[in-house]
Structure formats: structure tokens, C-alpha cells
């Protein structure tokens, strides 16, 4: 299948629509409809060959799927893209706007158009010569006309598009001049082999086992603390939505959910306890919200309604902290 010139690309309809998207998203996506486009086809709904064409991992194709999944319809056998299919269509009807013009300029009759009525040869009153040469050269000027409009667009375009495929092939090691899924080179299994593992929500029976129970004590967790943490652990992932609220393993999750409480209980450096950095009863995560940078950067990619939740309520807690200085 011969790959078309060029694949419009309205950037500010892009960023109109994409801008909640992370990094990874939008590179994700971009791979997805360029694949589309050069298959010109639905893509598959398979989540193997999903992830393989978008350049994610069985893991990051779990975590945000669901927020590529919004710009497709899935029923089940493909995904389709309404925007994409449109404009396949415009492309298809210039193509062959392009090719009849290109036959009547080199003289060659167009096929016959098998949806238009044909009408006898008495139908209609025969042209005289002087018309019919008159017709025919003002045909053929519009046609050279349209033509060379058409070869320079898709000129301009074709460079374009050439330089996207470029750097498409550079930064995300995918040929969009190739048209079978095979091609792309993301594995779809982990590099130990076996079968890739999708993301799910916690179970509504994860419970606070003995192991579980052991884990955190050898990260440093304070006993007192274990089931104050075990219980927010629980309600924060039960009550997360969203990609990121599925995981692959619950116990790395709640191992990583450890360490972090163990680093905020920490002691200072003059081996003093830490000072409470909220009064009791109150979100911890307001003063982690303030306090570390990095976890705030990484809950607004990851949960932007937890993100905008903590944001009232991070100011308040900001004004206090002045007030009490002062």
C-alpha cells in the first residue's frame, strides 16, 4: 500500500485537546495516530500490540491506557479515531481528484464514473466543432491548473511530512513507512520472557499479613505506625481512579508506600524528633504537598484531581506556617 504525502496536523486543536496529557502520554499518543494514519486503518484492540506501537512497557501501558483510550472508540475489535477517519476520507477524495486531472492533462480518458446515469446518445444536442474544441482546451487549462496547485501543495507537504518521519524514527525507533505492526521494535514482553502482566486496582481483600506486617517493620516502620499506614495505604489506592491507581504488583506498591512514611518520620540530623508537620487529624500529604517538590510535580501527572484537591488546602496550611513564624 502506497503511503500518503502528508498527515495533517492542526497543532493548536492538538494542544487544545492533549494538554492534561504527561510526556509519555503524548508521545504514546502521537505514535498511535501516526500508525493509524500510515495503516490507514482502525488499530487493533489488542493491549500487546497497543503497547508496542505506542513505545510503552506492558507496565506504562497499563498505567495509561485508559487516558489514551479517551481519544478512541473501542468496540472491542479496533480502536477508532473519528478525527482520523475524516481526514482519511479528504485524502482519498484528493487523490483521485489528482489522478483524473493527471490523465486528462497527458490526454488519457478518466475511467468512466459508474455512479453517474448514463443518458442516450440522442439525450442531448451534439456540440458543433468550433464548441467542442473550444470545451475541450478550457478543460484541459483547468486541469493543468489544478494539477500544478496539487503537485505544489503536496510538494511543501511531502517535505514536511519527510522530516517528521525523521525525527519520528530517531526519538521514538518506530518506521512509519512500514505498514504491519510486526515492525515496531517495543517488546511486548518483559526482556525475562513470558507472558506481559497488566495493572489492576487493589483487591478489595488486601489485607495486612504477616509478611506485609514483616516487610514494613524491616524498612523501619515504626510499630505504633504500622496500622495507622497500612489503613491510609488502603483508602488513598480504594479511592484513587484513573490509570495510575492500577498496578502491577500491590506488594512493591505498599513497600514503596513505606519508605516514604518511614523518610517523612525520620529523625533531624541533631538527632532530635521530627516536628509535627500538621496538627492532628489533618491530610499529611497537605504538608508533603508543600515540603517536597518532586512528589507534588509527580501527583499532578499522575492525579490531577488528588493534585487540585491539595491545592486550597496547601495555601492554608502555608498561611498558618507564616502566621506562626511571625
Known sequence: MPSLPFMPFYVSEYLADTSHLTTLEHGAYLRLIFAYWQRRRPLPSDDDKL?????????EWGE??????????????????????AELKKAATKTEGARRAAAVRHGKAPPPDTNVVKLGADALPKPTSRNARKTSKQNERSAETTSEQTGRTADALRTHSEGTADALRTQCHIDVDRDKEEEVTTPRSPPGGGKAKRGYRIPDDFALTDSRRQKALDLGL?????????DRFVDYWGAASGGQARKVNWDKTWANWVRGDVDRQAPTPGGAPPTPRTAPGEDPDVARFLDEPNWRNSLQRENPDRFKQLVPLARKLAEQRKGGAT
Open 51 to 59: 503497547a508496542r506501537i505506542a513505545g510503552l512497557t506492558p507496565d
Open 64 to 85: 495509561h491506557r485508559d487516558t489514551l483510550a479517551e481519544f478512541f472508540l473501542d468496540d472491542g475489535e479496533a480502536w477508532t479515531h473519528g478525527r482520523i477517519e
Open 222 to 230: 515504626r510499630p505504633d505506625r504500622l496500622q495507622t499506614v497500612f
